[in-house]
């Protein structure tokens, strides 16, 4: 089993700045990919980001150049930095996590942290 926990939501104004992160304890060592999903009122939760334990990064075209995923394989955390927030941002974000390269199947979720956007 593994565990996710994430801190770092909250409330900023468009054009600020989150930083979130996420730290992984238990089985660590059966973890490949980590990464972010996000779920707004009314809509799927969607992959934002991931980045597998060797630095291969994907991102969510919707982020792309403003959103920035990292990793510290050896604290099992990352971090997923988010600049020039739009109201279109506001969302849970849950950490993600499986054994394999490909994050589109999570098998570990985090309990997901708030963040909100105003215009």
């Known amino acids: 089993q593994v565990q996710l926990v994430e801190s770092g939501g909250g409330l900023v104004q468009a054009g600020g700045s989150l930083r979130l992160s996420c730290a992984a304890s238990g089985s660590t060592f059966s973890i490949d990919a980590m990464g972010w999903y996000r779920q707004a009122p009314g809509e799927q939760r969607a992959l934002v980001a991931a980045i597998t334990r060797g630095g291969r990064i994907n991102y969510a075209n919707n982020v792309k150049g403003r959103f920035t995923i990292s990793r510290a394989n050896a604290k099992n955390t990352i971090y997923l930095q988010m600049n020039s927030l739009r109201p279109e941002d506001t969302a849970v974000y849950y950490c993600?996590?499986?054994?394999?390269?490909?994050?589109?199947?999570?098998?570990?979720w985090g309990q997901g942290t708030q963040v909100t956007v105003s215009s």
């Open positions: 993600a996590t499986n054994g394999y390269s490909d994050l589109g199947h999570p098998d570990y």
